[in-house]
């Protein structure tokens, strides 16, 4: 009769250590995934800071990419004739370095000819360039120019 009795008591600890052990991954698996889902939602909210300040600087300067790279931080280039401003940010959206960068905010310019003026658009886009690429944002950005001399 005591026999039966550990036996039942071991089975009914086994049972109580399976179902805490199913509860304890349940729980490992949502805190991963909140945590994941903040680290995404707190990249694509500094990536909006970076692409306001993108489109004002560009509206500011006129759409010139010399400029726009100066007050940024960045660099001038090409994505194929076009030309184009590139900004490198690091795991702490500070601005850096090409080689360091885990981030990239890009502003191509597209310039178009209209009668006395000249509009000056291209497309900003903020990247993430390390671990899985993605396109955080990407809007138009747009100035029209007085092209009277």
């Not at 601005?95 to 900003?124: F, H, N, P």
Request: charged share 20%; aromatic share 6%.
């Amino acid at each position: 009769m005591k026999r039966s009795r550990s036996t039942l008591f071991l089975m009914e600890q086994l049972i109580v250590i399976a179902v805490f052990s199913v509860c304890a991954a349940a729980c490992v698996k949502i805190l991963t995934s909140s945590y994941f889902t903040a680290k995404d939602t707190r990249d694509v909210s500094n990536a909006i800071i970076a692409a306001e300040n993108g489109a004002e600087c560009y509206k500011a300067k006129s759409g010139d990419m010399g400029k726009i790279a100066g007050v940024l931080g960045g660099s001038v280039g090409s994505v194929g004739s076009k030309p184009a401003v590139f900004v490198y940010y690091n795991a702490d959206w500070s601005v850096c370095g090409e080689k360091e960068a885990a981030y990239m905010m890009r502003i191509v310019s597209d310039t178009q000819g209209m009668g006395k003026e000249i509009l000056e658009s291209g497309e900003l886009s903020v990247d993430r360039i390390n671990e899985h690429e993605a396109t955080l944002i990407c809007i138009p950005v747009a100035v029209a120019v007085d092209n009277r001399g």
